[in-house]
T-cell receptor
Framework: NAGVTQTPKFQVLKTGQSMTLQCAQD?????MSWYRQDPGMGLRLIHY???????DQGEVPNGYNVSRSTTEDFPLRLLSAAPSQTSVYFC?????????????FGAGTRLSVL | QQQVKQSPQSLIVQKGGISIINCAYE??????FPWYQQFPGKGPALLIA?????SEKKEGRFTISFNKSAKQFSLHIMDSQPGDSATYFC?????????????FGQGTELSVKP
C-alpha cells in the first residue's frame, strides 16, 4: 500500500521561481488537504478539497494555488516563491471531510526558498 | 479563539518514566481532540483521540486525560521507551456541521533516554 505519496522530498528554489508540489493517494479518499509545518507553529491548513473539482482555502492560503482534477491527485502550486514559504509541506487524505475520519499524511516535502 | 496551546515545547524523559504533554483551548465548541505522533522524516500519524463527553481514554501505554471545565487535555505516555521519541501534536476541531477542520498545537519534541 503506497498510501499518500509526495514528490519531491526536498527542493531548493530562488525567490520568484514557481514550482508544483505533487501529492497522490491510492486509497480512493474524497478529502485531501495541504499543510505547512513550521517550528513552534504546528501544522497549518493551506488548502483542501472535498472531491474532484472542489477546492477551498484553509488558514494560510496566500501564495498557493491548488486544483483537483482527479480523486487521486492534489498538486500544490507556488506561483512566485518567497523566503516566507520555506517550510515542510504535508499532504493528507481521508475518506471524508468529517474531522473524525483518520487523516493519512505523506512523508512531506522540505522546501527552502533562497 | 481557534488556537490550541501546547506545552512543553520539548521534553526529555528517562526510559521507564512517564511523559506528560499538555494542551489548552478556548473554543468550547470543539468536539474532537486527537493526538498525532510524528517520527523524524515522516508525516504525522494519528495516535489516539477523545471526545469531550469522555474524561479519559487509554490505548496501551498512551492515555488522554480530558478536563472539560478547565478546557485542557493531556497525553500521558506510561513506561516511556526510546522508540517513543518523536514529535507529538495535539489538535482540536469543531463538528463537521460547523465546518470542522483540525487546529493543531505547536508540537512537543519528546526524547526518551535509555
Amino acid at each position: 500500500n503506497a498510501g499518500v505519496t509526495q514528490t519531491p522530498k526536498f527542493q531548493v528554489l530562488k525567490t520568484g521561481q514557481s514550482m508544483t508540489l505533487q501529492c497522490a493517494q491510492d486509497m480512493n479518499h474524497e478529502y485531501m488537504s495541504w499543510y505547512r509545518q513550521d517550528p513552534g507553529m504546528g501544522l497549518r491548513l493551506i488548502h483542501y478539497s472535498v472531491g474532484a473539482g472542489i477546492t477551498d482555502q484553509g488558514e494560510v492560503p496566500n501564495g498557493y494555488n491548488v486544483s483537483r482534477s482527479t480523486t487521486e491527485d492534489f498538486p500544490l502550486r507556488l506561483l512566485s516563491a518567497a523566503p516566507s514559504q520555506t517550510s515542510v509541506y504535508f499532504c493528507a487524505s481521508s475518506y471524508s471531510p468529517h474531522p473524525r475520519d483518520i487523516q493519512y499524511f505523506g512523508a512531506g516535502t522540505r522546501l527552502s526558498v533562497l | 479563539q481557534q488556537q490550541v496551546k501546547q506545552s512543553p515545547q520539548s521534553l526529555i524523559v528517562q526510559k521507564g518514566g512517564i511523559s506528560i504533554i499538555n494542551c489548552a483551548y478556548e473554543n468550547t465548541a470543539f468536539d474532537y481532540f486527537p493526538w498525532y505522533q510524528q517520527f523524524p522524516g515522516k508525516g504525522p500519524a494519528l495516535l489516539i483521540a477523545i471526545r469531550p463527553d469522555v474524561s479519559e481514554k487509554k490505548e496501551g501505554r498512551f492515555t488522554i486525560s480530558f478536563n472539560k471545565s478547565a478546557k485542557q487535555f493531556s497525553l500521558h505516555i506510561m513506561d516511556s521507551q526510546p522508540g517513543d521519541s518523536a514529535t507529538y501534536f495535539c489538535a482540536a476541531s469543531l463538528s463537521y456541521n460547523q465546518g470542522g477542520k483540525l487546529i493543531f498545537g505547536q508540537g512537543t519534541e519528546l526524547s526518551v533516554k535509555p
